[in-house]
């Protein structure tokens, strides 16, 4: 089932008023797989993709610009969730973001490597993945 399907927008915080041809943005889509079939569960019941938009100046994945925004506004768990992105300089291929927890006086922290995705991950993403390109 999908949960969101539309666009976040890292915005400048030091230039509010500037143009958003330099801000970066991505498609993202939230995919709860949950509620599919019960004979068929998936090892991680949410996942995220997110498809980086032409345009902007950083080079940055989502998942660093804007996960722990998108992680808090769909009330998702990091230790539940498949983060799937392709990157502009090899858009033909998807990455899993793998998340470590470093944990601090602040709380827990985050920090993110990437590798190629499985074909069994790439094959429960395919149907929205396809739908967004």
Known sequence: MLRFDGTYTLARKED?????AYACSWNVKVIDFSSSDPSHPHIRPCA???????????KSSCAESLGKRIVKDFDLKVDDLLWVESFPDVPQQLFVA???????DAGIHYTITWRPILENEQNAV????QASE
């Open 126 to 129: 395919a149907p929205w993945f």
């Open 48 to 58: 995220v993709l997110a498809v980086r938009q032409a345009g902007g100046i950083f």
């Open 16 to 20: 509010p008023g500037s143009s958003h």
């Open 98 to 104: 793998v998340f470590t927890p470093r944990y601090g």
